[in-house]
C-alpha cells in the first residue's frame, strides 16, 4: 500500500516546535497530530475472562533491538491501533480504524521490554501520607485497579492505565469483566461520613471508594504481540467508569524527546505491591528513549504498572505550567547491552498516533484531538 515514505510520514506526524534556545523554560512542544477514526465494528464472542492478572511484563528485546527492526507498514500500524472494546455485560467488539494524515511532520524511533528486580541500590521512593497530599493534586489523580494495578485519571469519566492489567496478550483477566477503580478518601475515627472534617474527627487512615468500569479499550497491538513480539509498544488501555469521578484530572500529551524533558527527568505516583495502602511518588532520569518507549530506572514495584507517567513543562499558548501525562509505566526489561545485562523499567510513550487515538476514545471528536 503505502511507500517507506508515507510510512515515516505517518509514524512521525507531528510538527515539533521547541523554544529557542533563548528561552530558559522547559516548554510543551506544539504538535500537529494525525487523525485516527473508526472504520468498521464488529461484535465478537464474549470473552471467557480466565487469565490470570500479571502485574508486570517481559520482552527480550532493548533498546538497539527495537530500534533495527523494520518499521512497520501502513497495513501493520492500521491493525495495531484497531481496538477491541469490553463492556460490563461482558459483550465484545473490535473497531477497525482509517489513520488520516493533514499535517506535515517530523521526529522519530523505536522499542520492546523484561523482568526481574525493580529497585536499583537505594531506594528512591517516596510514600505520601495524609490527606493534605493524598487528595491534593496531582497525587489525586493516582488511581487503584482491582485487578491490582495503577491508572490514571485523564478526563471526567476516564482512566489511562497499562493493557497487561486487563488483557494478558491472548486473554482478558479474571476481573476484568467486572473492574472496579477505587478512589483514596479519608477514613474518619469516629465513623461518621461527609465531606466535613472537623479537628474531633480527622481521618485516621485512607479507604479506596470504588467506581465500577463501563468500557474498556485496548489496541490491537497489544492484544496480536502479547509482549514478546510487539506488544510492549501497545501497552496501554483507556478504561471509562459509569459515572463521573467529580475530581481534578491530568491532561495526556505527546512525549517530547528525551533531550527536551525537563532536566531529563519523568515522574510518577503507583500503588507498589510492597507498600500495601500506601501511594507510593518516584522520579529520575531517563537513560534511553526508542519511538514507542522510555527506558529508565525509576525505583519501582508490581502494582505501579499502569500509572500515568508525567512531566511539568511551559505552555506557551496558556502562558502558565502545566503538568501531563507522556506515557504509560509497564514494567521491567533485561537488556543485553554489549553482551553485559542491563536492566531498566520501561514505560510507554505516548506518541503522536497513540494520542489522537486516545483523545479520541475520551472526547469521540478528532476535532477536539488536533493539537498534541
Same mark, same amino acid.
Given at each position: ?78 491493525? $495495531? ?21 493533514l ?16 529497585? $536499583? ?8 501520607? @495524609? ?21 490514571t ?18 486473554? $482478558? ?10 478512589f483514596?478518601k ?100 531517563v537513560?534511553?528513549?526508542? $519511538? ?7 525505583d519501582?514495584?508490581? @502494582? ?22 507522556? @506515557? ?21 510513550r505516548i506518541?503522536?498516533?497513540?494520542y ?15 493539537? @498534541?
Amino acid at each position: 500500500m503505502a511507500g517507506l515514505s508515507t510510512l515515516i510520514l505517518l509514524l512521525c506526524a507531528a510538527k515539533d516546535v521547541m523554544p529557542s534556545s533563548s528561552h530558559w523554560k522547559p516548554t510543551w512542544p506544539s504538535y500537529r497530530v494525525p487523525v485516527i477514526l473508526p472504520q468498521s465494528t464488529l461484535n465478537l464472542d464474549k470473552p471467557q475472562f480466565d487469565a490470570e492478572a500479571r502485574l508486570e511484563v517481559v520482552s527480550p528485546c532493548g533498546p538497539a533491538c527495537h530500534k533495527s527492526s523494520p518499521l512497520p507498514t501502513y497495513e501493520e500500524v492500521k491493525h $495495531y491501533l484497531s481496538y477491541e472494546t469490553l463492556y460490563a455485560n461482558g459483550s465484545l467488539t473490535e473497531t477497525e480504524v482509517g489513520i488520516y494524515i493533514l499535517s506535515n511532520s517530523a521526529d522519530g524511533s523505536q522499542g520492546k521490554s523484561r523482568t526481574k528486580r525493580q529497585i $536499583y541500590g537505594y531506594d528512591s521512593r517516596f510514600s505520601i501520607f @495524609g490527606k493534605d497530599f493524598l487528595l491534593n493534586y496531582p497525587f489525586s489523580t493516582s488511581v487503584k485497579l482491582s485487578t491490582g494495578c495503577t491508572g490514571t485519571l485523564v478526563a471526567e469519566k476516564h482512566v489511562l492505565t497499562a493493557a497487561h492489567c486487563i488483557h494478558d496478550g491472548k486473554s $482478558y483477566v479474571k476481573g476484568a469483566q467486572k473492574l472496579r477503580v477505587g478512589f483514596l478518601k479519608p477514613k474518619l475515627k469516629d465513623g461518621s461520613k461527609g465531606a466535613n472534617i472537623t479537628n474531633s474527627a480527622m481521618p485516621e487512615k485512607m479507604k479506596f471508594q470504588w467506581i465500577r468500569v463501563k468500557r474498556t479499550h485496548v489496541p490491537k497491538g497489544w492484544i496480536k504481540g502479547n509482549a514478546n513480539d510487539i506488544g510492549m509498544d501497545y501497552d496501554y488501555a483507556l478504561l471509562e467508569l459509569k459515572k463521573p469521578h467529580k475530581r481534578k484530572f491530568m491532561k495526556i500529551g505527546v512525549s517530547p524527546p528525551a533531550r527536551h524533558l525537563p532536566g531529563g527527568r519523568i515522574h510518577f505516583s503507583g500503588y507498589d505491591n510492597d507498600r500495601p495502602g500506601n501511594l507510593v511518588y518516584r522520579f529520575c532520569d531517563v537513560k534511553d528513549e526508542t $519511538y514507542d518507549l522510555l527506558y529508565q530506572q525509576c525505583d519501582a514495584q508490581p @502494582g505501579a504498572s499502569g500509572s500515568g507517567v508525567y512531566v511539568r513543562m511551559w505552555k506557551r499558548q496558556n502562558h502558565k505550567w502545566e503538568r501531563k501525562i507522556i @506515557g504509560i509505566f509497564s514494567g521491567h526489561q533485561w537488556v543485553d547491552m554489549n553482551g553485559t545485562p542491563q536492566d531498566f523499567n520501561v514505560a510507554v510513550r505516548i506518541t503522536p498516533l497513540k494520542y489522537a487515538q486516545i483523545c479520541y476514545w475520551i472526547k469521540g471528536n478528532y476535532l477536539d484531538c488536533r493539537e @498534541g
